[in-house]
Structure formats: structure tokens, C-alpha cells
């Protein structure tokens, strides 16, 4: 099934500043959260942040805050999101029903986050680079797992041209400049 934006919301778990320097892959994650936020709010997907104990492992990461705009943050005790009532009843009340997931650390909050998700009958889409753990196997674990329990595994780029749907807009005009900016230095091989 096809992401459709105006039945998407993009879900970020705890990228926190104070727990951001110990994930394999932290940074790349952030880059790629930040750049699908941007796209999202661009055209107007909700994008909403989690937080895991805040007072201990910081706020959200200054980096991914400064490329969104007012987005929504939800604190929160227990490992998955959907343990917070006051969280899973904004989520129903939004009519959103397909959930664009990403976040740390992958094996605990987003995973237990995504099968809540799912339990509660959301389609769940997994965005595979921009979820990570402090070790990498057990990211990659996560999303087996919650792909073997209904999730489907997501790129950035997947999700972005599935919400623009066609390329004859102005607002794919706008979202493809961003296209254009380099996310990651990737080397280019001459033969």
C-alpha cells in the first residue's frame, strides 16, 4: 500500500541530545529525520517528537529542533508512546492512520512504539535509515522484528515522492530542491 499524506503523520522517538553520542549511526539518523521533517512540513504532514525522561537524557537534539517548525513534543514514561493515554487518544482524534516511524534507540522505544502502532491497527512504515541503536545489529534486529510483525520497511526518499504523488506541482518544485541538496557524502566510482 502507498503512503498518502493526508493520511500520514511522521512519529520521531527520542532523538535526545543526551543520548545521541552513544548510537552507532546517530548522526546519519538526525540527518535523515531532519530532512524527511522538513518535507513533511512542507507539505503539511504532522511531524511529532517523542521524549523519554527528558530531565535525565535531555530534550530533543538541537539539530533536528532547528529544522522543524513548532513541532509537536510528547514526553513520556514508558518505553512505548502508545502506553501514554493522553498520547494514543491526539494520535486516533487526528483521523491519521498510517505512521511513518523513526527514532532511538531502535531495539527499545521505537520498536516497542511501531508494535503498539500496529497493535492498535495503524500501518506502520519503518524508516530504516533513520532508526538506530547504540549497536547496529540490534537496530537491524528491530526492524526484522517489527517487519515480521507488519511494518514495512521505509527509505527517506520512498516516503517523500509517495506523499508528492507526481512531479507537475509547485510544491513538487519546492521539495525537489531539497531533493537536490546532499544528505550524506557518498563516493562516486569512475571506471
Known amino acids: 500500500m502507498r503512503l498518502q499524506r493526508e493520511k500520514s503523520l511522521l512519529l520521531m522517538v527520542d532523538f535526545q541530545a543526551g543520548l545521541l553520542p552513544v548510537i552507532d549511526g546517530g548522526t546519519q539518523a ?78 527499545i522505544c521505537v520498536m516497542q512504539t511501531g508494535l503498539g502502532l500496529l497493535e492498535a491497527g495503524y500501518e506502520l512504515y519503518w524508516l530504516t535509515e533513520a532508526a538506530a541503536s547504540r549497536r547496529q545489529r540490534e537496530a537491524q534486529l528491530a526492524r526484522e522484528r517489527a517487519c515480521a510483525n507488519g511494518a514495512v520497511a521505509v527509505s527517506a526518499d520512498m516516503v517523500a515522492y509517495e506523499w508528492l504523488h507526481r512531479c507537475d506541482t509547485e510544491t513538487f518544485k519546492q521539495t525537489h530542491r531539497q531533493f537536490l541538496k546532499p544528505r550524506s557524502a557518498r563516493p562516486v566510482a569512475f571506471n
Open 30 to 107: 538526525i540527518k535523515e529525520a531532519s530532512w524527511l521533517g522538513g518535507v513533511a512540513q512542507l507539505l503539511e504532514v504532522p511531524v511529532w517528537l517523542t521524549e523519554q525522561n527528558p530531565e535525565k537524557l535531555g530534550g530533543t537534539a538541537p539539530q533536528l529542533l532547528e529544522q522543524l517548525r513548532e513541532p509537536r513534543v510528547w514526553q513520556k514514561v514508558h518505553f512505548s508512546v502508545m502506553e501514554e493515554p493522553e498520547f494514543r487518544d491526539a494520535l486516533a482524534a487526528t483521523g491519521k492512520t498510517q505512521i511513518v516511524l523513526c527514532g532511538t534507540e531502535a531495539h
